[in-house]
Structure formats: structure tokens, C-alpha cells
């Protein structure tokens, strides 16, 4: 079956402009996940969903980053007036229960210039 | 959350036996232990996760010992594929869990 999809897989945008990026989970899967990834580190958690309600955004490095589920399904991450420090991979994971066991996506390159 | 400490980086030769031990000292009582392999360029992938004594599957196995305050994975007669990061996690499953992935071990298997 379909795993967990992201697009664009690749994002070059220019310093102040927004950006949004696509997680299409796997179906069915009540949680899902954004991560950011900076190269030779692990993922770094931002927030996640249990169906459309978003149970942490902890993780969020200031209120230029939003996230929504609105049906529980794809997820879109917003990030709103980019600056160069948000270069990073990010990471979609889907879990069918919140269970530990999480896919991940193929990731999104975002690179703001 | 419980903190985990392991190494940064591991060698190993083909068709040897490889332990990653991680340690979590102040894990939880709810708490489960989740290991990822991540290879470069791709997203994490489930190992293996485990509450307490072993476990084991057709990738790897999980040891825990009694006191639960770290876990070793074990991996059999590794191959030059196996070389990638893995990284081990330790939450609640089911509550408020939110992974921290640390910086993993980076495995590197030689010829």
C-alpha cells in the first residue's frame, strides 16, 4: 500500500516569502507528526495530531510556524515571513494509534535563500 | 521525559554481532523503548520496541534489563547495508508521547 507522501519533496524560496508543506499519511492513521531535521541531527519533534485536533505544538520554534489536520487526514505545515535559519529537512510520520511505531515520509528540502 | 544517552558513533565488521546500548536512567514506569535505523537521505524506519526482557523479530533483538534504565539493540551478522543511523527512544506509548531523537549512533560496517 501507499506510504506517507510529502510535497513538494523540494522547496527553494526566497527570504520573506511563506511557504506550506504537504503530509499525506498513510490511511487510516489516527497520528501524524512534523519533524524538522538538520543535517547530522535526529529529528526534532514540532507537533502532532491525533485526528484533526493538535495535541502538542510544543515543538513550534516561534509563531511563524502553524500546522493544521482539518479533516484528519493531510496535514499542511505553514511557515509564514521565512528566514534562512529555516533551511532544513522536514519530516512527515504517520502512526495508526499514536503506538510508538511511526512511518515517515520521504521529506521536504526546504531551503529559504 | 526520560533523557537517553547513547554512543555517537560505532564500527563494526561484516558478519559480526553489533550491540548499540542506550541509556535511560530515569525512564518511566509507562515508558517503551523504540529503536529507529535511519540511512542517509531517508526517513527513519521502526526497528524494533520493547517494555521490559527481550524481544526479538526477523532485524534485530531488544534486551532490557530488570531495572529498565537502558536497553541494548542487537544486531546479527551485520552487513555493509546495515550501515546508517539508529536511534533510541523512550516515551509513553499512548500518552502525551513526543519522540526525541537525539543525535543516534552512527553505525559504519566495514568490508
Known amino acids: 500500500g501507499a506510504g506517507v507522501s510529502q510535497s513538494p519533496r523540494y522547496k527553494v524560496t526566497k527570504r520573506g516569502q511563506d511557504v506550506a508543506l504537504r503530509c499525506d499519511p498513510i490511511?487510516?492513521?489516527?497520528?501524524l507528526y512534523w519533524y524538522r531535521q538538520a543535517l547530522g541531527q535526529g529529528p526534532e519533534f514540532l507537533t502532532y495530531?491525533?485526528?484533526?485536533?493538535?495535541?502538542?505544538k510544543s515543538g513550534l520554534p516561534n509563531d511563524r510556524f502553524s500546522a493544521e489536520r482539518p479533516e484528519g487526514s493531510i496535514s499542511t505545515l505553514t511557515i509564514q515571513r521565512t528566514e534562512q535559519r529555516d533551511s532544513a529537512m522536514y519530516r512527515c510520520?504517520?502512526?495508526?494509534?499514536?503506538?510508538?511505531?511511526?512511518?515517515f515520509g520521504p521529506g521536504t528540502r526546504l531551503t529559504v535563500t | 521525559l526520560a533523557k537517553t544517552t547513547q554512543p555517537i558513533s560505532m564500527d563494526s565488521y561484516e558478519g559480526q554481532e553489533v550491540n548499540i546500548t542506550c541509556s535511560h536512567n530515569?525512564?518511566?514506569?509507562?515508558?517503551?523503548i523504540t529503536w529507529y535505523q535511519q540511512f542517509p537521505s531517508q526517513g527513519p524506519r521502526f526497528i524494533i520496541q520493547?517494555?521490559?526482557t527481550k524481544v526479538t523479530n526477523e532485524v534485530a533483538s531488544l534486551f532490557i534489563p530488570a531495572d529498565r534504565k537502558s536497553s541494548t539493540l542487537s544486531l546479527p551478522r551485520v552487513s555493509l547495508s546495515d550501515t546508517a543511523v539508529y536511534y533510541c527512544?523512550?516515551?509513553?506509548?499512548?500518552?502525551?508521547?513526543?519522540?526525541?531523537f537525539g543525535r543516534g549512533t552512527s553505525l559504519i560496517v566495514h568490508p
Open positions: 527512544l523512550v516515551g509513553e506509548i499512548g500518552g502525551s508521547y513526543i519522540p526525541t
Open positions: 495530531f491525533n485526528y484533526e485536533a493538535q495535541q502538542d
Open positions: 510520520a504517520s502512526s495508526l494509534d499514536g503506538e510508538g511505531e511511526q512511518y
Open positions: 490511511s487510516g492513521h489516527v497520528s
Open positions: 520493547g517494555y521490559k
Open positions: 530515569n525512564i518511566a514506569t509507562n515508558d517503551y
